[in-house]
C-alpha cells in the first residue's frame, strides 16, 4: 500500500538528559518533522511510503535523506536544491517544568518546493493515501501553491487525504491560518486535531477544555467532531484529548466521529503516561490512525490502534515512532505491565 507524505524534514538538537539549553555544552543529533515522521512510522508498518520534499544536497541534507532510507522511507520524490535544513533546538522538561523548543527554520530549501517542481500525476500514481499538516501549509505561499496542487492530484488518482491540523503559534496567526486552512478543508477526507488545532486553525471551539488543568469537556469534544464533520464533509474526525497533568505525566485518549456514525462519536481507552519524549506524540497518533482506517476491521479498532500507538511514542526519544504492529496491538489488546520480553 503506497502512501505520500509531503513537507519539511528538520534536524534535532536535543540538549541532553533534562539539561538546560544554558547547561548544555554538546546536543544530540537526530532528524524529525510532521510528515517525516507519519512516513517512517508507516513504513515501519509496511507501506511503501514516499516523502516527498525540498533538501538541500550538502553533507547535513544528505544525512536527513540517509535518516529516512535508514528507516524505509522512499526518497524518489525529494527534490534536492536550497542552502539550508530547517532546525530545531529541544530542550526536554520534566515535573512541572515545561519542555522548550526554538526554531531556526527561516529561508529553509523547503519552502521553495514549487508546484512545478514535480510530476503530481506520478507522485500519486498507484497512492492510497496522501497525508499533510497544517505546518506545511504555514510554510509560505509558495508551499500552500504547492499543498493545493498536490491535493488536487491526490483528489484526481482516487487517493485518501488526511491533514492533522497542526497550528504553530510560532509560524502564522489564528487569523493567517483560518485564511489558508478553511479552504484547504474541500480536499481532506480524514480530520485530525486537538481543541487548540480545531480553534486556531479552522475556528472551532472545544467547549470548557483547559489542557493545562487537565479538565476535558467530553461533550464539547463530541459535538466537536460532529461539527466539524458537518461543516466540512468529511468521512472521519479524530481529536485527541490530552490531560497535562506535568511534563513527565499525562493521560491520552481520542475520540473518533466517522461515516458509520457519528451519533455518539468512539471513545477509545485512556493511558496515564509517564512522559520521555512527546514530541512527536501527534504524528504517531495520525500514522496509527491511517493504518487502523486501512487494516483493522472497524472504526473502534483503528482508533484504539491510534491511542496506543502513540502512546509508545511518548515512551521513545527522538521524532521517530519505532514500534511495530504487532507492540502497538499487544497494548491496544491491553497488554501494558511493561513487564520484561524474554
Not at 168 to 180: F, G, I, M
Not at 198 to 222: P, V
Amino acid at each position: 500500500m503506497k502512501v505520500v507524505t509531503l513537507g519539511e524534514i528538520m534536524l534535532r538538537l536535543s540538549s541532553p538528559g533534562f539539561t538546560r539549553f544554558v547547561q548544555a555544552q554538546s546536543f544530540d543529533v537526530t532528524y524529525g518533522g510532521g510528515e517525516a515522521n507519519v512516513a517512517v512510522a508507516l513504513s515501519n508498518y509496511g507501506f511503501d511510503s514516499y516523502f516527498v520534499s525540498r533538501i538541500p544536497k550538502h553533507e547535513i541534507g544528505q544525512s536527513a535523506v540517509n535518516h529516512l532510507r535508514r528507516f524505509g522511507v522512499k526518497d524518489d520524490f525529494i527534490v534536492r536544491g536550497g542552502e539550508r535544513l530547517g532546525i530545531y533546538f529541544l530542550e526536554t522538561g520534566a515535573s512541572q517544568r515545561a519542555s522548550k523548543v526554538i526554531y531556526d527554520r527561516s529561508d529553509a530549501a523547503v519552502t521553495s518546493l514549487k508546484h512545478t517542481d514535480l510530476d503530481w500525476d506520478e507522485v500519486f500514481k498507484d497512492a492510497t493515501w496522501f497525508h499533510w499538516t497544517g505546518i506545511t501549509a504555514a510554510l509560505g505561499k509558495t508551499m500552500q501553491e504547492t499543498l493545493v496542487a498536490a491535493c488536487k492530484a491526490a483528489k484526481r488518482a482516487g487517493v485518501t487525504i488526511s491533514a492533522d491540523l497542526n497550528y504553530r503559534k510560532k509560524l502564522w496567526t489564528p487569523a493567517e491560518a483560518q485564511a489558508v486552512m478553511v479552504p484547504l478543508m474541500e480536499y481532506v477526507d480524514v480530520c485530525i486535531a486537538n481543541e487548540e488545532d480545531a480553534e486556531k486553525s479552522l475556528g472551532f471551539m472545544a467547549g470548557s477544555t483547559n489542557i493545562e488543568h487537565a479538565h476535558l469537556d467530553e461533550e464539547a469534544y463530541a459535538y466537536l467532531t460532529k461539527e466539524l464533520k458537518a461543516k466540512f464533509g468529511f468521512k472521519a474526525v479524530a481529536i485527541t484529548l490530552r490531560e497535562s497533568f506535568s511534563a513527565s505525566m499525562n493521560g491520552w485518549s481520542a475520540i473518533l466521529c466517522d461515516e458509520n456514525d457519528c451519533q455518539i462519536p468512539y471513545r477509545s481507552k485512556r493511558y496515564e503516561i509517564q512522559v520521555v519524549d512527546r514530541v512527536g506524540g501527534g504524528d504517531s497518533f495520525a500514522s496509527g490512525l491511517i493504518y487502523g482506517l486501512t487494516h483493522k476491521d472497524s472504526s473502534k479498532e483503528a482508533l484504539e490502534f491510534a491511542v496506543a500507538a502513540s502512546c509508545l511514542k511518548h515512551t521513545i526519544p527522538g521524532d521517530f515512532n519505532l514500534v511495530s504492529v504487532a507492540e502497538v496491538d499487544a497494548l491496544a489488546g491491553g497488554s501494558g505491565s511493561g513487564r520484561v520480553e524474554r
